[in-house]
C-alpha cells in the first residue's frame, strides 16, 4: 500500500473503493426497493415523459444484449446474410456485445454490399451517429443501438425514432443493476409479461423524473474530470453539443501505457478500459460522482503517470 495525496493505493482487496461506469450503488438497493413498493400512481406528464424516451410500445428485458437478441430474431435472417455495423466514430473497435448476438443469425460487416439486410447502428457513448438521414435513405431496415446513448439526441429529437427498434441499456445511466428496454417503432406486438416488467418500469419512472438533472451533472462532471486529466498531458476524445450527454470520460492518451493504466485502475476499484482501435480511455462520468470522487479518480491516474515510470 501507498499513500499518496491522502488516499491510499493498492489498499487490501476487502477494503477497495467501488467506481462504476453505472451509477449503481450498494445503497441503490434499499432506495430501488422502496421504489418498487410505493403504491403512487404515476401522474400524465411523468408518463408521457416515459414514453418520449421509450416509446409507446416497447419490451423489457434483463440486459441490453437479450434486447438485440430479441429484435434480430425478428427480421427471419439466413446464414449467409450481412448486417451492416454503423458507429459514430467509424473505429475498427465494436463491442462483443454487439458482434456475438449478430453472429447467432449471420455475419457482419463494416461495408454495405448486395447481401446486407440490416443496418445496425451504434450511437457510441452518447455521441450520436450525424447522418442518420442517408442511412434511412437506404431503405434497409435500421436497429438504432442508444445503450451508451440513452439521453442524448440530435437537432430533430429524431434519435431513437429512425429504426424498426432501438436499443437502451438502463443501468447505464441509472443506478439500477440490470434492465434493457427494446423500444418498438414499427407494427411488430411483443406481448410477453416478464416477472420484471413491473420493477423495470417503476425504477425508470422514477428516476426519469430527474432526468434534467442527470443529464446536466453528467455534462458537468465531464468538464471537471477532462479539466483535471488536461492538467497531466490528456486531453477529450470527444467534443458533445448541446443534445448529447456524455456515458463515459473519454479521453486521448498523454503517452502512457494504457494497458497497463487500465490493469492498475481496475485493481485499484475503478471501472475502466480502453477504446481498442484508438489511443483513447475512459472512465466514470455517472450523476452520483462528487468532486472528491473524481479527483480520487484524477489522483490514481496522475500517480500512474509520474510515479510508476
Known sequence: MIFYKGQIINPENFRQPSFFISPFRTSDLGKNDSIIKDEYPSDE???????????????YFLSGKEAINQALSLYNLESDDEVLIITTTSNSYISSCVTKEIEKFCQWSREKTNKTKLIFVIHEFGKVYPDMERIKSYNIPIIEDCA??????NSQHQ???????TIYSIPKFFPVQFGGILRINNNYKLETQKPYQNYLQKICLYYLKDIENITIQRRANNQYLISKLEKIGFKSFFDYNEHETPSVCMFENNGCDLSELKIFLQQNGIE???FYGKDVFFIPVHQNLGTFEMDYIVNLIEYFVYETK
Open 148 to 153: 451508451m446513448s440513452m439521453l442524448s439526441n
Open 45 to 59: 406528464e411523468l408518463l408521457k415523459k416515459f414514453h418520449s424516451f421509450f416509446g409507446e410500445t416497447h419490451e
Open 159 to 165: 434519435i431513437g425514432q429512425y429504426g424498426d427498434f
Open 272 to 274: 475502466c478500459s480502453i
